[in-house]
């Protein structure tokens, strides 16, 4: 990720808690707190936000759907429209449509993934706030345009001047993360043009994860490796599946045939892995009995990095996520699956 992007710039929780507490001081405590939940805590950029309209909400199924447009005249998207244009020219295109035609057709998302359904039942203030403010204007009164200078006036009043809007998409983005939504997920809410992006937030989260781990734990090195050592894994939504699955009576042969199933599946580029019995022997010992990797070498009498190397391919296929990107090569030290909860 780049210097000074903005996950660099996020509110830390208590921050977020600081601002919205801020809003309280204003001539607008509801359309200021309606900003800051809208995109801090589900995500949406601010130029969705400031075009919300009531037939976006789905109250019911506790949707928001941004459409992939909506008839505007606000500056924001005039002068949106104009970069458009000027940028057509540049590249020699033609603008087929005057600016006033083109102009019916906006507001636009950013990018056509910006097209997408946003879950906003998870959070009560969200649900309320959202209510009360589309029932009084029907949408969002304030323009894109408007909401960022707002916005800078309230961080400025919390006394956080070093926060930037467009930092609580971020902010919302490490916490979906941090609960655990999955990459694909993570980049449908966001509404990303790649996965990467959202690959990116979730290896953070994994790294805000493990100083959670420390601050439990204490921040002894000692303490944190008899637990479990630098290289801790939480486990995905499958890995998790599997964590808690009830063990069958042929569970070592449908343990084999679902890891084949999903080795076909990822690993499809690369033929030359093939999972073999001692492997999901490790696959077992990892997520069923908790071992060690040193532990699991011992057992199976193999070598410790060659555990790792099937570790690694439990990675691929997955199921387990490191918490500490930075040791994705190696495996040379125990390693545990450990299930984090995360609030
Ligand atoms: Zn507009």
Redesign the pocket.
Known sequence: MKRGSARDHMPSKEEFEKLLKACELTDHPLLYRFIVLMTGIIGMRI?EV??IKETWVDFVREIINIPSH?P???????N?LKKTRKKRTGKKKKNTKTFEEELKE??KPKTPAGVRSIPFGFNREVKEVLQEVITRYEGCPW??KQIERRFRYLRDLAGMPHIHAHALRAYAATNFAYAGINAATLQTIMGWDDIETAVKYIRRSGALAEKEFERVFGKKKDSLSKFASKRIFYLTDLGKKLMNRKIRKDDEEWLRCLLNRLHERYLRQNSSVKISAADFKIYQLLTNKNMYQSQIAKKLGIRHDEVGDRIKILKSLGIIEPINPDSIPKFYKATRIVPVVLD
Do not use: K
């Not at 505007?72 to 005039?78: I, P, Q, S």
């Open positions: 130029g400031g075009h909506e505007c005249n606000c500056d924001y998207c005039r949106t906006y507001w323009s894109p």
